[in-house]
């Protein structure tokens, strides 16, 4: 798949199928939306490419009310070519993009650079100065330049898949619905730093992820999932969540005992962590040995769930 950094970069393009948006964690609403992109493009002998942002456009318009990120750019780039996407413009979102109009965008864009015969978007599509623009000025636009707009419906099972849902899903802890929405296990990314070694020192080495001001870290509490690292190599894993209230902490931590190993040296490596389901609370027992029975059973029911 290729990646474009600037409109400058766009080459070899004749004619495309286009999908817009950020497709923050690529849900499963997202994933409809390329999906049926990428089948429009084989239809009609089109690439089908994805035009999305980075930063997150409401970093640059309300940053105070800016999302904590559901994934990595690396990881929205991956997940597009597994789709099947041939290419993906990444816009950098700068305070001129933000005051471009909607018409001067899709001219710029969709039309000048891409060649577009196709636009496929989300049925609630906003775009353009404000936000102005929508899916009837995209098909008013599309009239005037040549190519079809198709609104794809997001609704999902049970509810609307959305970046939202996501959020909330996981600031209640509730991973396992979370990923539903995603279709996937949500995914942090970090790199291991030192801690403690209270995890070593207890019999459960930790690895520790360093401070994430960026990502949606789910609630705290103790979860199953796996770690996975940069060579690829996946493991099941107890991740901990909190502040350790047991021995007085108060700064939140990401954590993640792979389980059954004490011989991993993973300090500096950028490893991601995928949730499964949520464990329990985080809790402050009375005395280490009630932490380490706990402790015990939360690794006896990860191995059961990551089996």
Do not use: C
């Not at 396992?176 to 730093?193: D, I, N």
């Not at 005992?257 to 329990?280: G, I, K, P, Q």
């Amino acid at each position: 798949m290729r990646v474009w950094r600037t409109l400058e970069d766009v080459d070899g393009v004749d004619r495309s199928v286009v999908t817009v948006g950020v497709f923050d964690g690529v849900h499963r609403g997202h994933r409809q939306v390329v999906t049926s992109a990428v089948w429009r493009a084989a239809e009609i002998a089109a690439d089908p490419v994805v035009v999305t942002f980075d930063p997150h456009p409401m970093t640059v318009v309300r940053p105070e009310h800016a999302p904590r990120a559901l994934a990595t750019l690396d990881h929205r780039l991956q997940m597009l070519a597994d789709l099947g996407v041939a290419a993906v413009l990444v816009l950098p979102f700068t305070a001129e993009r933000a005051q471009q109009s909607a018409e001067d965008f899709v001219r710029e864009v969709l039309v000048d650079a891409l060649h577009a015969r196709a636009v496929l978007v989300g049925e609630d599509f906003r775009f353009g100065h404000r936000a102005a623009g929508d899916v009837a000025l995209l098909r008013e636009l599309g009239t005037t330049y040549g190519f079809e707009v198709v609104a794809v419906p997001l609704a999902g099972d049970g509810g609307r898949w959305s970046s939202t849902r996501v959020r909330e899903l996981l600031a209640a802890g509730d991973v396992a619905a979370a990923a539903q929405v995603l279709g996937r296990p949500h995914r942090v990314k970090g790199v291991v730093v030192h801690g403690d070694h209270r995890g070593r020192e207890l019999g459960y080495p930790t690895a520790n992820l360093g401070p994430d001001d960026v990502s949606a870290i789910p609630a705290p509490g103790v979860y199953a999932g796996w770690l996975t690292r940069a060579s690829g190599e996946r493991m099941p894993a107890a991740i901990s969540i909190g502040t350790n209230p047991t021995f007085g902490g108060t700064v939140v931590r990401v954590e993640a005992y792979v389980l059954d190993r004490d011989d991993l040296e993973l300090y500096d490596e950028t490893v991601a962590l995928d949730f499964a389901d949520r464990l329990r609370e985080t809790v402050r027992f009375d005395d280490v040995d009630a932490l380490l029975a706990q402790m015990a059973d939360d690794v006896r029911r990860a191995r059961e769930i990551t089996a």
